[in-house]
């Protein structure tokens, strides 16, 4: 079905495209819709105008950062609402109930199939899976939500917007929690950016640098992406972003390992240290062939020092991490030598 079929009330406005990729998808659409409807082309080109205005109305819905995610969703349903009313006066009766009738079956097997996600993405998150693996199995659970979407559409990078507005929607409550309002819009661009430096990082990762030449490179990335983030959100809402980031390993140390206050401080000085004695390994002057069992041993070391300050759960969650990422890295330079 054509992107007609899918609710605006649930999904924001269509995706972004180039003028041939839009005008291909209203030829589509078109086709669709006098093919299912059997629609004139006085009615299409009606259609065509009360869908520029819905679409008018969302985007400035989605711009607006001072609205709450609620209320967001609420108007954004009134546009989808209005645009169903007004569609009845461009549709006789019988193509209007057929079209509403598919238009509203779409939505239901949509919300059901966010509702599988997100029951999914929670199932995933209480197991006791590695937290990487955790993320691979989140990105392959969603990844079969576009599936289905697309199977609802036939749309294959409209179902892919679905997936980026659901993400993008979740993130902008997220940061309205952490008293950072964001647009979907902005929420959109932020997911975004951050997607390309996390990109950027791990590519860089699969390069056989030098640390000092690693690090350099590490930090231009950062750099630029904080410099593009406080461009996107302005100067007071990015002074609270970038606050709520510099607490974010506690938050993560916290909600992951259920540590305390006092075994945050003492694992983050217990890293510091250990980041200290590595960094002066890889400057001294012990032959290179030599270094990397000097790290294994000053890691050893470092690990048991973090044992003795967690309990034996916290213990298991967060080594089962570090052996799977290590394990995942390994994979990684085998590959890409």
């Not at 569609?87 to 019988?94: E, P, R």
Request: overall charge positive; aromatic content about 6%; charged content about 30%.
């Amino acid at each position: 079905m054509a992107m007609l079929m899918v609710s605006p009330a649930m999904y924001g406005a269509p995706p972004p495209g180039n003028a041939s990729q839009k005008a291909s998808d209203k030829m589509a659409r078109h086709a669709e819709l006098t093919s299912k409807y059997a629609m004139t082309q006085q009615q299409l080109q009606q259609y065509n105008k009360l869908l520029a205005e819905r679409n008018a109305a969302q985007k400035s819905v989605n711009q607006d950062g001072t609205l709450s995610n609620s209320e967001h969703n609420k108007r954004i349903k009134a546009i989808g609402e209005n645009f169903e009313t007004k569609m009845a006066s461009v549709m006789d009766k019988q193509q209007y109930d057929k079209w509403l009738k598919n238009r509203k079956a779409n939505m239901q097997q949509y919300a059901k199939n966010n509702k599988e996600l997100r029951e999914k993405i929670s199932q995933i998150r209480n197991s006791d899976a590695p937290y990487l693996q955790q993320n691979e199995q989140i990105s392959a659970a969603k990844a079969q939500f576009v599936e289905k979407a697309a199977s609802i559409s036939e749309n294959q990078k409209d179902a892919e917007h679905k997936l980026q507005s659901r993400n993008a929607r979740n993130a902008m409550a997220g940061q309205s929690k952490k008293n950072v309002k964001l647009s979907l819009e902005q929420a959109k661009q932020l997911q975004t950016l951050t997607n390309d430096k996390k990109r950027k990082i791990d590519e860089l990762k699969t390069q056989s640098l030098p640390k000092d030449r690693h690090k350099v490179e590490s930090e231009k990335i950062i750099t630029s992406y904080e410099a593009d983030v406080k461009k996107l959100l302005g100067e007071q809402k990015y002074a609270q972003w970038n606050k709520n980031l510099n607490t974010s390993q506690d938050n993560y140390l916290k909600w992951r390992f259920n540590m305390t206050p006092e075994q945050i401080t003492k694992y983050k000085e217990l890293q510091n240290a250990r980041a200290i004695e590595n960094y002066k390994v890889s400057h001294s002057k012990i032959p290179k062939a030599e270094r990397p069992a000097k790290v294994k041993e000053i890691d050893a070391k470092y690990d048991a020092k973090i044992k003795e300050i967690l309990t034996a759960d916290q213990s298991r969650k967060l080594f089962a991490d570090k052996a799977y990422s290590e394990q995942k890295k390994a994979a990684s330079k085998t590959k890409n030598k």
